[in-house]
């Protein structure tokens, strides 16, 4: 079947650098693809979206870059602060023979002081 | 105040019983979802339903069942076919396929 594969599960950078999560996606017919944020406890909220006619968004230190060549999009987040401390999910969603919505397994990022 | 509602927050279920699992939304969304979460781990679809009156299964939806009789209001029965229901269970909804609106969940406990 269709499926997400998310990358790294755990991520664990110093306070100021930079952190970036990939997805690789197989059904083509994805076009839409956003990423959440959920803090412990707390319930997923979205932080960036882009859908496959856009090859990158930016949104302050967040942005996404999506190839649709290789099946991939990816989350990167500049500055990181203590407050960027969360896991993120992906998500591949779209209409082909029917609709498809498919996340990644989610990746713990910890950010270090 | 538009948003997303669930409740209870907390429900506690014995062995054997069915427990419902309330969401509501004002958001005027056509489109409402169920997820379970176990701990530590990822989203997974159990239901969703695009319309009123048509919903479809998730990757999980065996012990589930869900109904879709007002746009507001997409319930999940949690039966007890379900061989091990302790979990976080959040619901979403959102505009045709765009952002997700999530609720505050409701974790259910099997005593």
């Known amino acids: 079947g269709e499926n997400v594969e998310q990358h790294p599960s755990t991520l664990s950078v110093q306070e100021g650098d930079s952190a970036v999560i990939k997805c690789t996606y197989s059904d083509s017919a994805s076009n839409y693809f956003p990423w959440y944020k959920q803090e412990l406890g707390k319930r997923p909220q979205l932080i960036i979206d882009?859908?496959?006619n856009v090859g990158e968004k930016k949104d302050q230190r967040i942005a996404v870059t999506l190839n649709k060549t290789a099946k991939h999009f990816s989350l990167h987040i500049t500055e990181t602060q203590p407050e960027d401390s969360a896991v993120y999910f992906c998500l591949a969603s779209g209409w082909g023979s029917n609709y498809q919505l498919i996340w990644g397994a989610g990746t713990k990022l910890i950010i270090k002081p | 105040d538009g948003g997303i509602t669930q409740s209870p927050k907390y429900l506690f279920r014995k062995e054997g019983q069915n427990v419902t699992l309330s969401c509501e939304q004002n958001l005027n969304h056509d489109a409402m979802y169920w997820y379970r979460q176990d701990p530590g781990q990822g989203l997974r679809l159990i239901y969703y339903?695009?319309?009123?009156?048509?919903?479809q299964k998730g990757d999980i939806a065996e012990g589930y069942s869900v109904s879709r009789e007002k746009k507001e209001s997409f319930p999940l029965t949690v039966t007890s076919a379900q061989k091990n229901p302790t979990a976080f269970y959040l619901c979403?909804?959102?505009?045709?396929?765009?952002?997700?609106?999530f609720g505050p969940g409701t974790r259910l406990t099997v005593l």
């Open positions: 882009i859908r496959s």
């Open positions: 339903s695009q319309i009123v009156n048509d919903f």
């Open positions: 979403a909804s959102s505009l045709a396929d765009n952002e997700q609106f």
